[in-house]
């Protein structure tokens, strides 16, 4: 509820971003349980995040991600 | 007499068994290698007494300015050539540099990055230590990031910015590792996380948005693209 409300205080419209913010802390919360959260330079870790958009666990973050979307248009 | 010679032989008996007896126990002490016994003094020392005490002493030179120097991050991080303040830079040379630092960070730090992140007048400004917690941090930096989330308007400036903004989501971001080893972070992003949550917004929004319209223009029908899309 928190999350909402700070979602609202800043701009409604951009609430479905928060989605995807959301997504990559998960993607994060993986990456640093190898202990590489800060390791990995940027160009490196997008590549990693798209292949983690290809492991179930992804797959599944990303469509949570997409309704939560339709549910904040 | 004889029986008096009878119990000196016996008490001298006694006193003699007494006294191996003794010196059999107390001789496996002495027999204990001493090196141990030495390291051991020269290891276990509280760090409140290596931080007072003479290297001459017994402390390690090395141990000593070791413990002192943990416990002066801002010194260690200007050593290495660290600078606040870059926005959302990381404030080290490079990322090689921030990584070689990142990796001496421990829960003791937590403290004092957290004190340093705190000073901070801009969101932006806290990224480079949102980073360094997602190393060492726990619920201590998820509590003052889940604040930090909480408490923005107003505080950091325009929420518009698009480098609040990204700062912003960078909170998120750095709750993810923290949520490693804090409890408070896991219980937020799941909270976070709840499609009920995110339908309730839903219907927050359209009821904000629906009192605003109708406070604009009360005779004004109301249509589904008012709620939909207010501000195109």
């Known amino acids: 509820m928190e999350l909402i409300n700070t979602m609202r205080q800043w701009q409604p419209q951009r609430a479905k971003l928060w989605a995807g913010a959301l997504v990559d802390a998960v993607f994060e919360y993986e990456v640093a349980l190898r202990g590489d959260s800060v390791r990995i330079g940027f160009i490196d870790e997008f590549t990693e995040f798209l292949a983690w958009g290809k492991t179930d666990t992804g797959r599944k973050w990303k469509q949570w991600s997409a309704e939560m979307r339709m549910l904040a248009d | ?14 006193i003699l068994f007494l006294y191996t007896g003794v010196q059999t126990d107390t001789e496996p002490k002495h027999l204990v290698d001493p090196q141990p016994v030495l390291q051991r003094s020269d290891s276990i020392v509280a760090p409140s007494q290596l931080l007072e005490a003479d290297p001459a002493s017994g402390a390690s030179n090395s141990t000593l300015t070791h413990l002192k120097t943990r416990a002066r991050l801002k010194e260690r991080l ?8 870059t926005g959302l830079r990381s404030g080290f040379e490079n ?3 921030e990584w070689k630092f990142v990796q001496t960070l421990g829960p003791a730090d937590e403290d004092e990055l957290l004190a340093m992140l705190l000073e901070q007048n801009s969101l932006s400004n806290r990224v480079q230590f949102h980073r360094m917690l997602t190393q060492c941090g726990g619920d201590k930096a998820a509590q003052v990031i889940i604040d930090t989330i909480k408490s923005q308007t107003g505080r950091f400036g325009n929420p518009a910015e698009d480098h609040n903004y990204y700062a912003l989501h960078g909170c998120l971001n750095a709750l993810g590792p923290i949520s490693t080893r804090s409890e408070i972070a896991r219980r937020f992003l799941r909270e976070a996380a709840d499609e ?7 219907q927050n929004i359209s009821n ?18 008012d709620i939909l899309r207010p501000w195109s």
């Open chain 2, 1 to 14: 007499m004889k029986h008096k010679i009878l119990v000196g032989i016996l008490a001298c008996g006694l």
């Open chain 2, 78 to 85: 200007v050593s290495e050539g660290f600078r606040s303040g």
């Open chain 2, 95 to 97: 990322d090689a540099e």
């Open chain 2, 196 to 202: 009920e949550y995110w339908k309730l917004n839903r």
């Open chain 2, 208 to 225: 904000h948005m629906r009192t605003a319209i109708l406070h604009q223009n009360p005779s004004r029908p109301l249509r589904a693209a």
